[in-house]
């Protein structure tokens, strides 16, 4: 039988939630059996059944996160199938073999009847017994070793309490550096032999046609600052971090990165429509577009942070402690209300933007991009990058036509300092030389 150990349950067969419906709303306190099942012989047979409370609280949280009741059906039936062929009667760790026999014992059984499993069905049941013990963290997965491991977490240590790094920037540089250790463990025994062989031999492992200059750029940076770490902690010999070459990421002078204002604009216009979709995205580019909000700090955003009465909302930076407190626009106001209101589902998620399919979880990062990068390009806006990075430039090349000086645009961008909007002002020279008429040495 085919294994499915590495594929991941991204979400169940279900059809979208009904957001002003009765199929997504919680009645009373009956049983989730209750309101899921029909025929009193298998209510009777589910709450008999072992693990009984358990499996009812996960199908509340299936039923919590949209998914339709007719689904949750479907779930419970293969729920008390997983639990009557492992032999459950307490909750404890399985591990994905035990699993992969467990769904040969079940399709062995059911070959013989009318509707057998077949494939489908058998890698259904692995799929809902995964999600099922996950949720309850009884899937045990065996996890690869990791060489040096405590430098490993000494380098993680320092970066947030020495360096006050932020997350996506240590998890970023954590993951490259395990990876190079990884590596490196199979070549040599101890750390304190790396040398900048290695390093280069770590680097061009891939053709370079294969990685982006992005990629290599953030994989020499990320191992240049962890040979620095060793170095300073006396792990390895020094000489080596200095060494690597970090390649550089080199923008064409004057060359725009993002969309001109009035391409902004017609983005802006094709959210006016009264589905569910583009009550979502509007409120997701006027940050991008009026306040050069990043990707994850859109996507952080929650309900409890918008504050309607002093027309203000709080955005948690992501690459600098603390928040930042922003006043709420007229557009903006509309454009959330609009979205909260009648478009975003019905959930106990904190979270502003949300999935509109079951099961609900807020948006991602990357879900966030595909948002913007799809309506662009739909539209053929011309423009270096697409993405919410590009309505970021676009924002900061605006406040430089506006006047603001660099000072004022990094605190606003959320920059740790004014260096940084450096890439912004060589968009074009028009745009220098009214920068270059403001008093900007005595604003720094």
């Known amino acids: 039988m085919k294994r499915y150990k590495q594929q991941e349950l991204k979400s169940f067969p279900t059809a979208p939630p009904v957001v002003n419906g009765e199929d997504t709303e919680i009645v009373g306190n009956t049983s989730v059996f209750d309101r899921c099942l029909s025929l009193p012989i298998a209510i009777a047979r589910h709450k008999s059944a072992p693990l009984a409370k358990e499996r009812e609280r996960f199908l509340t949280h299936l039923e919590e996160t949209g998914t339709k009741r007719s689904s949750i059906r479907i779930v419970s ?82 970066m947030s309490s020495e360096r006050g790094l932020s997350e996506s920037t240590i998890r970023g540089r954590r993951y490259r550096a395990a990876d190079f250790l990884r590596w490196y463990a199979k070549r040599h025994r101890g750390l304190g032999g790396i040398r900048l062989v290695d390093v280069d031999a770590y680097t061009s492992r891939k053709p370079l046609e294969d990685r982006n200059p992005v990629t290599r750029h953030s994989e020499s940076s990320s191992l240049k600052a962890f040979v620095r770490h060793a170095e300073s902690r006396g792990w390895c010999h020094e000489g080596t971090a200095s060494a690597i070459q970090t390649p550089q990421l080199r923008r ?95 959930t106990s998620h904190p979270h502003v933007f949300m999935t509109m399919k079951a099961p609900l979880r807020p948006l991602v990062a990357h879900s966030v991009s595909d948002v913007v990068r799809s309506r662009m390009r739909r539209l053929q806006i011309s423009s270096k990058h697409t993405g919410p990075q590009s309505l970021r430039h676009a924002c900061a090349t605006r406040l430089l036509h506006e006047g603001l000086s660099f000072i004022d645009i990094a605190d606003f961008l959320g920059h740790r300092n004014t260096q940084n909007v450096n890439v912004y002002a060589r968009v074009d020279i028009n745009t220098l030389r009214e920068v270059a008429a403001l008093d900007l040495v005595g604003a720094l």
């Open 77 to 158: 039936s293969y729920l008390l199938q997983v639990v009557l062929v492992l032999g459950l009667r307490r909750l404890r760790e399985v591990t994905l073999e035990e699993l992969d026999r467990a769904a040969d014992r079940w399709n062995v059984r059911n070959r013989d009847k009318q509707y057998p499993a077949g494939q489908a069905g058998v890698r259904f049941f692995v799929l809902t017994a995964r999600r099922f013990l996950r949720f309850y963290k009884k899937l045990k997965v065996p996890r690869l070793p990791q060489p040096f491991s405590e430098y490993l977490e000494d380098f993680v240590d320092a």
């Open 252 to 346: 064409e002078l004057f060359e725009p990165q993002g969309p001109v204002w009035k391409d902004v604009r017609r983005l802006l216009d094709t959210t006016k429509g009264k589905g569910p979709n583009d009550l979502r995205a509007r409120p997701l580019l006027l940050l991008f577009a009026m306040y050069g909000l990043r990707r994850s700090e859109a996507a952080n955003l929650l309900l409890q942070n918008i504050d309607w009465v002093a027309n203000r909302f709080t955005v948690r930076r992501a690459k600098r402690e603390g928040c930042q407190v922003f006043p709420l626009s007229e557009e903006l106001a509309e454009a959330l209300r609009a979205y909260i209101e009648t478009a975003r589902p019905r």
